[in-house]
């Protein structure tokens, strides 16, 4: 697993080759870098590293980055691979910035931008949804060999474990959207609850 | 207020902030650092803040660099920079501190992770959709805007189709008058 030709001009030079590519997301380029070009990973270990990244606080792909940095050049890879994610990106999106100072008086394209922030949201609706959907789906799978009386507390345990997870999903969203207690009283509050109810109570079957 | 004073608050929260994000991404402490730039302090207008996070999802690269982009109308390249260091070196040196173990031993499958992964699932569909709302709610595009965004969800969700042309068409939609 450690390859010791990965150097850290390497990791910064295929990561900031991703973030350019990475119009929309960067995850599907990752994906593309570092098991199908570079080989630095295979499938099952982008795999476990991604749900890791997503299980830990910050930006998903930032983690991945510095996780696969530092496995190849210890803690000054992960800055490399981090650097090169942000690097190239960061003037970009000051470059738009300043585009936008210089235009935010004429109304076109005030309106244009009204219209793109509307976009952007629907994006994100997109992600929860795919989220909700995907959970919702897992968690309907009964086990094969569940039958009979084990089968009928396997689907009773199913049952609880989607009711919990609808209510945390609704208690989410109130939180944090409608309510708008902040994001720190909104995890703080529901991911023990969560963690505790899916760690003693409704075992996954 | 001092501009540093206001710079170096920012950056506090935003590092307090994204050391809570888990799950979701960084788009979650999107909520808290629009009460805390646009209705605390009024640094930024609602519709200023929700056209950043819309640049950000319309250039390359991690959509964190929304927060790059509050700093930069904040204060200038100081403000970027700042911004963007308190938006990521914190949680990245957690994951170089934890990555070690990580590395080593292999991580994310056991029962505790298992039990934390099942609850960060529906709270990150939750917390989602509450930031898509509360970047709606100030984009001030109305109900054709929600009707828009509804439409971008629906394909973006059905289809494989770029993003950055749902953004595109978002775009065109405004600039043609629709939203």
Known sequence: ?205 | MNDDVKLGGLAWHLAVLSLTAIGGGVVLVAPDVHHYVSVQNHWLTDEQFAAMYALAQAAPGPNLLFVTLIGWMIKSWLGAVVVTLAAIVPSSCLVLALGTVINRHGGGEGRWAGALRDALAPLAAGMLAGAAWTFLSVAGAGWRGIVLALAAAAAAYATKLNPLWLIALGALAGAIGLV
């Open chain 1, 1 to 205: 697993m450690q390859d010791a030709r990965v150097g850290c001009w390497a990791l910064f030079k295929v990561f900031s080759h991703m973030a350019m590519q990475g119009f929309g997301g960067v995850l599907p380029f990752a994906y593309r870098h570092l098991v199908e070009r570079t080989q630095w990973l295979t499938a099952a270990e982008f795999g476990q590293l991604l749900s890791i990244a997503q299980l830990l606080p910050g930006p998903t792909i930032c983690n991945l980055s510095v996780m696969v940095g530092q496995r190849y050049a210890g803690a000054a890879g992960g800055f490399s691979a981090l650097a090169g994610l942000l690097l190239g990106p960061f003037f970009i999106v000051i470059a738009l910035g300043a585009a936008y100072q210089e235009l935010a008086h004429h109304p076109l394209f005030v309106s244009a931008m009204r219209g793109m922030a509307a976009a952007a949201s629907g994006l994100i609706l997109a992600t929860a949804l795919k989220l909700a959907v995907g959970m919702l789906r897992s968690s309907a799978a009964k086990p094969a060999a569940a039958t009979g009386e084990v089968g009928l507390d396997v689907g009773r345990t199913l049952f609880w474990r989607r009711v919990v997870q609808v209510a945390l999903l609704m208690a989410a969203f109130v939180g944090l959207g409608v309510a708008k207690v902040g994001l720190i009283t909104v995890v703080a509050t529901l991911v023990p609850i969560g963690f505790l109810l899916f760690a003693f109570v409704w075992r996954k079957p």
